[in-house]
């Protein structure tokens, strides 16, 4: 059997953090990056799908890679997806922020829409656990839109039925962003000196790297439960 991962949002913050994670990780044999357009990374695991998330589910996965297949590189995967002898784990991280995506509509769009779309294609291709980067304070609920979005996202996933769906709730991210975020920033620092000061540990900023090994770890360890919540706290251990 081959042991594929599936990515979305790899050029992100989480997500670039996440391939180099399982580029290292001997238990996946390939690595296929889901995106609207193409990363400026190379690998010999790295195969790179591109795709409008809008129209992702008429895109055949097998066209696609063999599309890319110039030097036959990609024939062991395709062999193993149509023989059905493939484990494949999907990993989504993908979002934006509201300033980025110029409205509340285009936000929904990206954060909401273009994850849930990932994650039914994802399942039609026959993956088995997926793992969403969600936000500290996700709620459904919320009187905030972001973290109301994040938790409708979450409940959403609850329904495509997958045999483990591991959602990653972390704090403030540190690491280096392409572009700044004065609020999440300010943030940082905020969150800096209270956890300084041992109060509201939950809150304490965590790096991308952190949450990337998480997810990995947990899509490779964790079976026992179908739907798992992973905190930031929980994650600062790797």
Known sequence: MMTIALVSGGSGLIGMQLLHQLFQEKAYDAVISVSRRELAIKHPKLVQVVVDFDQINQVSLLDKLREKDIGGENQA?????????AVIHAFCALGTTIRKAKSRDKFYKIDHDYVINFARWAYSWGASKFLYVS???A???????YNRVKGEVEE???VI????LGIFRPSILLGHRKESRFGEDVGKVLAGAITALGLFRKYKPIYDHKVAKAMVHQALNDEREKVKFISSKEMQIF
């Open 139 to 145: 709620d459904q609920l919320s009187k905030f839109f």
């Open 77 to 85: 995967i395709v062999r193993a997806l149509e023989n059905k002898e």
């Open 156 to 158: 959403d996933l609850k």
């Open 161 to 164: 039925p997958f045999q483990y």
């Open 135 to 137: 936000a500290l304070g």
